[in-house]
């Protein structure tokens, strides 16, 4: 059992360049989200969904995009990469409604030069 | 606008001792507080969690209190060990949210031999 798996683990960017982080769950989850994390800043919510088909702004959304054309992808696009982006990003899954645990990928450590 | 307010930022502690980490939120309307643990290269893990109906939750050698009225919840790590030295984040959330987790900064928790 897989768990979240986050790809790729490690990316450099040029500014303006594109680029597409994959996650993908195995516990048939409903719940996904995207986070990134920044020191002293804690983890930040992106985007997230509540099921197949359905996306949702969270706290630091501009410059993102997001996708859930299946249940157990979630896609986080960057359409032109700039340098505020370095960041390491986290998906997160859970299959409860309301409060319950949320499970992390190992995370993706993006550079944008 | 920080939502959870997390203290300190570093802690360091001999083996044995009881580092506390401090949490304070905003949101009157979370009912959920989680507390992650998380080692260098790695996603966050669930270590445990309180709801708002109880002061005090104790798995093994965490605790945490929880002050509804002051709006604060703690950790504590009783016995600590080298192997706790991680950095911590509390979280919040609340059930008409979509389980989205509101983190705070995080505390870089060293316990030396």
């Known amino acids: 059992n897989a768990g979240v798996t986050q790809t790729p683990k490690f990316r450099v960017l040029k500014t303006g360049q594109s680029m597409t982080l994959l996650c993908a769950q195995d516990?048939?989850?409903?719940?996904m989200y995207w986070y990134r994390q920044d020191p002293g800043m804690g983890l930040r919510l992106i985007h997230y969904?509540?099921?197949?088909?359905?996306?949702a702004k969270g706290e630091v959304p501009d410059g993102y995009n997001v996708s859930r054309l299946k249940k157990q992808n979630f896609l986080l696009g960057l359409e032109s990469a700039a340098p505020s982006q370095t960041s390491v990003y986290f998906c997160?899954?859970?299959?409860?409604?309301?409060?319950?645990?949320?499970?992390f990928g190992q995370g993706t450590r993006l550079t944008v030069v | 606008q920080q939502q959870v307010k997390q203290s300190p930022q570093s802690l360091i502690v001999q083996k044995g001792g009881i580092p506390i980490i401090n949490c304070a939120y905003e949101n009157t309307a979370f009912d959920y507080f989680p507390w992650y643990q998380q080692f260098p290269g790695k996603g966050p893990a669930l270590l445990i969690a309180?709801?708002?109906?109880?002061s005090e939750k104790k798995e093994g050698r965490f605790t945490i209190s929880f002050n509804k009225s002051a709006k604060q919840f703690s950790l504590h790590i009783m016995d600590s060990q080298p192997g706790d030295s991680a950095t911590y984040f509390c979280a919040a959330s609340e059930e008409t949210s979509g389980s989205r987790l509101t983190f705070g900064e995080g505390t870089q928790l060293t316990v030396n031999p």
């Open positions: 997160a899954s859970t299959n409860f409604q309301g409060s319950g645990q949320a499970f």
């Open positions: 969904s509540v099921g197949e088909g359905t996306t």
């Open positions: 309180i709801r708002p109906d109880v």
């Open positions: 516990m048939n989850h409903e719940y």
